[in-house]
Structure formats: structure tokens, C-alpha cells
């Protein structure tokens, strides 16, 4: 024998699966929300990170492809002024016939918002010369201010942290 469910059992059952999948849509849409946060605060602490690097990675023997380098993860007035100071750059490196190498890097976001971040990098530099055979470990730390530009978080602004 069949029996009819009363109309107000069947509208409370709708309303019940109504909002389970306006919440289910909700949570998904957080989390994905959430995830995509997390993959633009990890590049651009990635990004920091490999441009503290390129500064601290210098060599005479490889000195255009070194600034080349640092100058493509740069944007704005700080790719202007490094790519106008190429040359001085470059005769300094050779004269002094540097090298310096890294070691123990680490970045930390600092904030973001939208298309700008900040990002602390904190490394140790060795800076070998014709004076300086072995160089002494020494600490670095650069605020880098970071712009999305086409997907790709380019370092707009830097400056040396006492």
C-alpha cells in the first residue's frame, strides 16, 4: 500500500537538499578561492626568493647573462634604473674581477593584496676577489615589493634591510 508523504514533510525535505547544495557550492567555491590565495602567495615568495638569489649570484666570466637575468625579473622604474646602470654595473664586476655565491636563502611574505606584494629575503652571501681569495659568509636581507604583471610576479622595488 503506497502511502502520500504530507506536504509539509516533502517542502521541508526540499528546503533541506536546497540548502545543502547552495551550501555545498559555497564550500566549494571557498576552498578553491582559498587555494588560489595560497599558489599567489607561494610565487610570490617564490619569486622574492630566485630574485635574492640572482643578486647574490654573480660572476665576471658571466656577468651580461647574471644581469640579464635580474633584470627580467624586474619591472617598472627598478627594471629602468638597473637596465641604465648596466654598463657601470659591469665594468665594476670586471675591475674587481668578483664572484659571490649563496647560500641559506629564505623569503617571507610580508602582505599582498590583489596585484602587489611584499616579500623579506633573508640570505648569506660569499664575495670572492682578486683581494679577497676566500670570502667570509655574509648576511643579506633585502623588502622587495613585488607587481603581478601578465601572471608573473616581477620585483618592482628593493631595498637593502640593515
Same mark, same amino acid.
Request: charged share 20%; aromatic share 4%; glycine share 8%.
Given at each position: 500500500?503506497?502511502?502520500?508523504?504530507?506536504?509539509?514533510?516533502?517542502?521541508?525535505?526540499?528546503?533541506?537538499?536546497?540548502?545543502?547544495?547552495?551550501?555545498?557550492?559555497?564550500?566549494?567555491?571557498?576552498?578553491?578561492?582559498?587555494?588560489?590565495?595560497?599558489?599567489?602567495?607561494?610565487?610570490?615568495?617564490?619569486?622574492?626568493?630566485?630574485?635574492?638569489?640572482?643578486?647574490?649570484?654573480?660572476?665576471?666570466?658571466?656577468?651580461?647573462?647574471?644581469? *640579464?637575468?635580474?633584470?627580467?625579473?624586474?619591472?617598472?622604474?627598478?627594471?629602468?634604473?638597473?637596465?641604465?646602470?648596466?654598463?657601470?654595473?659591469?665594468?665594476?664586476?670586471?675591475?674587481?674581477?668578483?664572484?659571490?655565491?649563496?647560500?641559506?636563502?629564505?623569503?617571507?611574505?610580508?602582505?599582498?593584496?590583489? *596585484?602587489?606584494?611584499?616579500?623579506?629575503?633573508?640570505?648569506?652571501?660569499?664575495?670572492?676577489? *682578486?683581494?679577497?681569495?676566500?670570502?667570509?659568509?655574509?648576511?643579506?636581507?633585502?623588502?622587495?615589493?613585488?607587481?603581478?604583471? *601578465?601572471?608573473?610576479?616581477?620585483?618592482?622595488?628593493?631595498?637593502?634591510?640593515?
Amino acid at each position: 500500500m503506497r502511502r502520500n508523504l504530507p506536504l509539509v514533510t516533502v517542502i521541508a525535505l526540499s528546503v533541506v537538499v536546497v540548502g545543502l547544495a547552495i551550501a555545498s557550492g559555497w564550500l566549494g567555491m571557498t576552498s578553491l578561492q582559498n587555494k588560489g590565495d595560497a599558489d599567489q602567495k607561494a610565487k610570490a615568495t617564490q619569486s622574492a626568493r630566485q630574485m635574492g638569489v640572482n643578486l647574490m649570484t654573480l660572476d665576471v666570466s658571466t656577468a651580461q647573462k647574471d644581469l *640579464d637575468r635580474i633584470v627580467a625579473g624586474t619591472t617598472g622604474d627598478l627594471k629602468n634604473k638597473l637596465g641604465s646602470q648596466s654598463n657601470a654595473f659591469m665594468q665594476q664586476l670586471a675591475k674587481a674581477k668578483a664572484k659571490s655565491t649563496v647560500t641559506d636563502v629564505d623569503a617571507a611574505l610580508v602582505s599582498i593584496d590583489g *596585484d602587489s606584494a611584499e616579500v623579506m629575503v633573508a640570505l648569506t652571501g660569499t664575495v670572492t676577489n *682578486d683581494k679577497v681569495k676566500n670570502g667570509t659568509p655574509q648576511g643579506y636581507r633585502y623588502q622587495m615589493d613585488l607587481t603581478k604583471v *601578465d601572471g608573473r610576479w616581477l620585483v618592482s622595488g628593493l631595498e637593502v634591510v640593515p
